[in-house]
Nanobody, 122 residues
Framework: QVQLVESGGGLVQAGGSLRLSCAASGRSFIGYAMGWFRQAPGKEREFVTTISWSGGIIYYADSVKGRFTISRDNAKNTVYLQMNSLKPEDTAVYYC???????????????WGQGTQVTVSS
């Protein structure tokens, strides 16, 4: 079992930045790909970005490409999401997830955090 805890969410003005963190604990974190997803009120959970264990494979949703950056520190069992040039449409609960492969589909991830709220004001 892997436990994931997100942090770093909050309220920010449009154009601002936030850095989310996701700390993993429990069974071995080794080999897991990590992903970030988000869910806005009344909408389905959507893919944001994912990174392989080695960091050699990274995918971004078109909506965040060039603004968001995913990274990971395996020694600290932590994955990060640097979010720049935030827009009101980025407002959502952000979830990190762990799974065997860096894919875009939520169903392919086995473990999920509880989520952290990101609110971008206009």
């Amino acid at each position: 079992q892997v436990q994931l805890v997100e942090s770093g969410g909050g309220l920010v003005q449009a154009g601002g930045s936030l850095r989310l963190s996701c700390a993993a604990s429990g069974r071995s974190f080794i080999g897991y790909a990590m992903g970030w997803f988000r869910q806005a009120p009344g909408k389905e959970r959507e893919f944001v970005t994912t990174i392989s264990w080695s960091g050699g494979i990274i995918y971004y949703a078109d909506s965040v490409k060039g603004r968001f950056t995913i990274s990971r520190d395996n020694a600290k069992n932590t994955v990060y999401l640097q979010m720049n040039s935030l827009k009101p449409e980025d407002t959502a609960v952000y979830y990190c997830a762990a799974g065997p492969r860096p894919l875009r589909l939520p169903d392919t991830f086995e473990y999920w955090g509880q989520g952290t709220q990101v609110t971008v004001s206009s």
